[in-house]
């Protein structure tokens, strides 16, 4: 999804890139693009007390 996007219709395929107003399909991802396995990413990055619906 790209930031500022306004969905108007709903998208049922997974791993898209959609964006734009109205959103459309951009690029088709694959399952093992780095953006899905986040790896290098640790999980500990959070503030105290995040409970991931924002703070």
């Known amino acids: 999804m790209g930031m500022g996007s306004v969905v108007t ?8 890139l959609i964006a734009g107003a109205p959103a459309v399909v951009r690029k088709r991802l ?7 396995a986040r790896s290098y ?3 500990d990055h959070h ?9």
Request: glycine share 12%.
């Open 9 to 16: 219709r709903r998208f049922d395929d997974d791993y898209l």
């Open 30 to 36: 694959a399952p093992q693009d780095a953006y899905f």
């Open 47 to 55: 503030p105290a007390g995040y409970d991931g619906r924002g703070l």
């Open 41 to 43: 990413l640790s999980h």
